[in-house]
DNA sequence: GTAGAGTGAGAACCATAGTTCTCACTCGGG
DNA sequence: CCCGAGTGAGAACTATGGTTCTCACTCTAC
């Protein structure tokens, strides 16, 4: 969950974006002016508005970039639990308990997002439930792979778990929702192997 | 799910509340004005501010209120479908299947609150997070009844089937996860008792 | 050297919305 | 009848913040 590079990026885009990340995860995007994304990152008004024409565009770019930099430590942080002896359909839970344990943790950004925007932008909306599939996606790809017999609706159901787990430890502010969480899963492992 | 009368609330709190409830649900708190709430309940501004000092102090109001609500409803609607044949453990899938499939869906009211309003008062947050303690301890009520023997997990991890189900179907705009999470509660129970 | 394009700093513009205030009206009690 | 408390309608005040504009500066091309 740390910036990343990208090639095609000049720096002004990068230090906006993840300036943004910072700031509007933190706070929400209403809550943060663009003023302030200008005094954060260094660059004025006039280029941030040259190369996002307006607050929603650069809401929608910023999403876009979380989307790609939050799988990629998802699917690394799994793949690391794995090759340390977990089983690869519980690693995600792992991964979950660190990142709520991370200072700063306020939850999953694109849930966040999409109460304080979806009436309005349709764009957001639908950055927002691409980004979810994509993480289910990837555990039907580990089902696949690990648990090919299993039900066929495994994978939503874990699916399910994790954003439940997720939303329930941004709530009570513990991790103990992901515990729960990854314990039902073990359960359904089982009983589905 | 509907408006309810309370013994010691006059007609204008009522129609606040009301009408809050309606408007705060459908567009967000930031997306409602108190005109709006002025307009649409024919309470005067200063009468509104009267009985409520603050726009916070209105909507920790509406979450109370809506609190009581949903919770009836809620409950209400488990034993409705465990009287109909369901098992009690499941009918909470039920109706949230009902719930999703309603006009107007919109999600979690407490959560969608939680996104916008989490920095700026904690006074919401004690409510939702009262909130959702509730779901869970009436869950823990029904687990206690009927599957006395089931692990103590069990209540959190119905809990959290429950929350990501919500969440999924708001951001998919479909009930297939709440079927999911159905089916994944199903197999836990099985494998439990 | 000079014109012109691009840029930064920040003021300006404008809309929205939370909150308060003014003023006229009503209505019950003396 | 008259007073004062309460009220509605809505203007007014104020702050915030998205977006645009001004002006001075720089740097390149000729």
């Given at each position: 969950m740390s910036p990343a590079a990208t090639m095609t990026m000049d720096t002004a885009e990068r230090a906006i974006l993840d300036v943004a990340d910072a700031l509007f995860y933190e706070r929400g995007i209403a809550?943060?002016?663009?003023?302030?994304?200008?005094?954060?990152?260094?660059?004025?008004?006039?280029?941030?508005?040259?190369?996002?024409p307006s607050k929603r565009e650069l809401v929608a770019a910023w999403l876009d970039d979380r989307h790609r930099r939050w799988m990629l430590?998802?699917?690394?942080?799994?793949?690391?639990?794995?090759?340390?002896?977990?089983?690869?359909?519980l690693a995600p839970f792992d991964a979950l308990g660190e990142w709520a344990a991370s200072p700063g943790y306020r939850g999953c950004a694109f849930l966040n997002s999409l109460a304080e925007t979806a009436e309005i932008d349709d764009t957001h909306k639908a950055i927002i439930a691409d980004h979810k599939r994509s993480l289910i996606d990837h555990l039907t790809l580990l089902v696949a792979r690990d648990l090919p017999e299993s039900a066929a609706w495994l994978p939503a159901a874990l699916g399910v778990l994790i954003d439940g787990a997720i939303i329930q430890s941004t709530v009570f502010e513990t991790d103990e929702p992901?515990?729960?969480?990854?314990?039902?899963?073990s359960r359904l492992l089982e009983c589905t192997s």
């Open positions: 809550g943060v002016a663009m003023s302030e994304i200008r005094d954060a990152s260094g660059v004025s008004l006039r280029r941030l508005y040259a190369l996002y430590w998802f699917t690394t942080a799994i793949d690391r639990h794995s090759a340390a002896g977990v089983n690869a359909l992901i515990r729960a969480a990854r314990r039902a899963a």
